[in-house]
């Protein structure tokens, strides 16, 4: 490429580097300031998914118009003034009038309020990859604009390790949406130099020989666009089914991680790290693509699936991350190398990145926001699964030899069986299973040889609540409930005369409200309606108990900030999303509502069992920032008794209430705040700081 030409391309370069980089940057930014008000579900990241997914597809629609309807130097001035308009948005801020009206639609609710604080700036920063490369292949011919595709998404993969690692335990997220919006108005401005040299090059074009598209093709071959065919409705459809099966893979394959087999903070990272990475080895060159060696590892990756969400044969978290990354690994570059095999010249470089939009929205949007909605069980991954090996067998149809195609036809129809009965498997042995925004709930009775039946609730793979059956056990608290447990010694230091007031901030299977006694009022804040279902019709905690039980549906917090003072005598802080507890419910902000709601010598305790986070930490900090003590009960479950699991509890209360604390309850002892530790906000968090 001669030199002239590298420094012309240094602008465009640099756009796309800059608008990818915002891109995944502002995904994570966005997400942290809305998630306290959807009650902190996993549900909200893959939505956000999917919003994404789709302004990618306007975006790209955008461009594909644009490059076929309007002539070179009409495209760089439309383009500009879009861009001079969306300055008009900034920044990047969430409209928190949008809280009040969260719960009642969630899903369609979080499309609202991202459309509304990013959707201009981020279907702008969208269109820069397809239309810079568009450009580019107009005005360079020789210039291989499809690297610029592996340039985007390497900025994507370094925007999106980039911010749990620096950005986020640096700055609070206000903080980060004001420097994203500062960025922004530097890619505006490294837009327009581009489209300003475009349009240089464009006057120049007719004097400039072979520099244009019409006189060479990628890598400097001959190719007269003129003549290039427009690709065929099969093309494109495969063009459309490859990307929708990547992009769903890669959905559902996270969710499977992060709620049943490890509910690990961050874990969606990898995924789509790995997601990233085949598009940037495909499109960057495609002998990374080694056709017969990632066919041939296709079925080990289909096999390695089948194995672990047929029950993972005992291995270790670790060791199933490890082979379903390998096997989304395969999955995507299958996909992706199969596309870029496929790329048509680049006279239709932007039918072809529309296509890719259109499938990858199509896939986000059947798991983000179809799957939920018609299944009960997580079906979509074994669909796409299915799909993957489909796509397979007709990519390599025309190459085969009539017997291979039998054998391949035989084969696909039996993994189809296999994955029937897979689907099978999820609901067979449950009473119920069901699933929303929130997740999947699923009901199970195991049998114990001495106490009888025991019921369990599960959200994922997380136990959220127990009961035997039998009359004269169903009534005793379990699991990390039961009387030994923190919470158990807690509810005996409240006084024995006169009606007590609780309120627990996550129902589960409803187990504490065994606790209560005639007079006392339970007010129990549950954000999942089919949770409080389950528990009524499940169970039978809230049926027997003789206190009286007001269930409030809605965010915990966002319930009680709207709330007066309920003057509670103990206040249980108990919500989980699989097995973590969502960040703005352990803010300085959270506690100070929770403490409005407290009697002056009022308890107030938090469960942090958990596999992956040290909290104790947080709930300190915040609680010694608001004046209040914060002791730590740890039980250590005997291996034979058969009422209590292993559980840690926090308990909160006035210097003087502690003191009392430590006469009636053994084991506790003072948690001392690290002397290095930042108070959790509304506004900053990190995850990074408390992993175990």
């Known amino acids: ?39 902190g579900s996993s549900s909200v990241w893959s939505t956000c998914l999917v919003f994404f997914q789709v302004e990618l597809l306007l975006g790209y629609l955008y461009v594909h118009l644009l490059h076929q309807h309007l002539a070179p130097r009409r495209q760089n001035v439309v383009h500009g003034v879009l861009l001079l308009l969306s300055l008009a948005t900034l920044p990047v801020v969430a409209d928190a009038s949008w809280k009040d009206a969260a719960f009642a639609d969630p899903t369609w609710n979080v499309l609202f309020v991202l459309a509304s604080a990013v959707g201009l ?47 986020e335990p640096l700055l609070p997220v206000l903080e980060q ?14 837009c327009l130099s581009s489209a300003w040299r475009s349009w240089c090059a464009a006057a120049a074009a007719p004097a400039d020989g072979g520099a244009n598209p019409a006189a060479a093709g990628e890598g400097g071959e001959p190719q007269s666009t003129a003549v290039a065919p427009p690709p065929t409705l099969r093309e494109c459809l495969l063009w459309v089914g490859l990307a929708m099966t990547a992009s769903l893979l890669l959905l559902a394959l996270t969710q499977f991680l992060t709620q049943d087999v490890a509910a690990v903070p961050f874990l969606w990272v990898l995924p789509l790290s790995i997601y990233l990475l085949s598009f940037i080895l495909c499109f960057d060159a495609p002998r ?36 379903l990354s390998l096997s989304l690994f395969v999955f995507c570059m299958v996909c992706h190398g199969e596309l870029v095999r496929r790329r048509p010249p680049v006279r239709h470089l932007t039918l072809f990145y529309l296509m890719l939009s259109i499938g990858g929205a199509l896939g986000g949007m059947f798991v983000g926001l179809l799957a939920p909605v018609i299944f009960n069980a997580y079906y979509e991954l074994l669909i796409g699964l299915f799909l993957c090996a489909a796509l397979a067998v007709i990519v390599v149809w025309r190459d085969c030899p009539p017997l291979w195609r039998i ?143 007001v269930p409030i549906l809605g965010d915990g917090r966002l319930m009680l900030e709207s709330e007066p003072a309920q003057q509670f005598d103990l206040l249980v802080m108990d ?57 730590i009960h740890q039980l250590r479950a005997d291996p034979g008794d058969r009422f209590c699991l292993d559980a840690e509890w926090l308990l909160i209360a006035t210097p003087e209430r502690a003191e009392l604390l430590y006469e009636s309850i053994d084991d506790l002892r003072l948690l001392v705040v690290r002397p290095d530790f930042r108070p959790w906000t509304d506004d900053f968090s990190n995850l990074f700081n408390i992993l175990k």
Not at 288 to 304: H, M, N, Q
Not at 436 to 455: A, P, S
Not at 501 to 512: R, W
Not at 610 to 618: G, K, Q, S
Request: with cysteine; hydrophobic share 50%; charged share 15%.
């Open 177 to 190: 949406a004001r420097l994203w919006s500062l960025a922004y108005v530097a890619f505006v401005v490294a």
């Open 1 to 39: 490429v001669p030199i002239v030409w590298r420094n012309r391309l240094l602008s465009f370069a640099l756009t796309v580097f800059l608008s990818a980089f915002l891109l995944f940057q502002v995904q994570p930014i966005i997400a942290k300031m809305i998630l306290p008000w959807f009650g």
């Open 407 to 549: 054998l391949l036809v035989g084969a696909l129809l039996a993994y189809g069986a296999r994955l029937g009965q897979i689907s099978f498997n999820y609901v067979d042995d449950y009473r119920r299973v069901v699933r929303n925004f929130y997740g999947q709930l699923r009901v199970i009775d195991t049998t114990d040889g001495e106490l009888g039946v025991k019921r369990k609730l599960l959200h994922g793979n997380i136990y959220h609540g127990e009961q035997y059956l039998a009359a004269e056990y169903r009534q005793r608290p379990t699991a990390y409930f039961c009387a030994k447990s923190g919470i158990g010694q807690a509810f005996l230091t409240l006084p024995e005369e006169g009606p007590r007031k609780i309120g627990i901030v996550g129902l589960g299977a409803g187990t504490l409200a065994s606790y209560g006694r005639a007079g006392d009022e339970i007010r129990m804040y549950e954000i999942n309606e089919q949770m409080l279902e389950l528990a009524r019709s499940e169970f039978s905690f809230l049926a027997d108990t003789p206190a009286r039980v």
């Open 288 to 323: 990374y693509y080694y056709r017969p060696g990632f066919l041939l590892a296709l079925p080990c990756g289909l096999f390695a699936v089948d194995r672990v969400i047929a029950g993972g044969g005992g291995a270790s978290p670790t060791l199933l991350i490890v082979a």
């Open 121 to 167: 700036p981020y279907l702008l920063l969208s269109t820069t990859g397809p239309l810079m490369q568009a450009w580019v292949g107009r005005a360079f011919g020789r210039a291989m604009p499809y690297r610029l595709y592996a340039l985007s998404n390497l900025a994507s993969m370094l925007a999106l390790l980039s911010y749990p690692v620096l950005v």
């Open 575 to 631: 919500a989980f999303s699989g097995d973590s507890v969502p960040t703005h419910l352990l803010t300085v902000e959270a506690m100070r509502a929770y403490l409005r709601h407290l009697r002056d010598d009022g308890l107030l305790a938090v469960n942090i069992t958990n596999n992956y986070l040290d909290l104790r930490p947080v709930v300190a900090a915040a609680a010694e920032r608001l004046g209040r003590r914060t002791v």
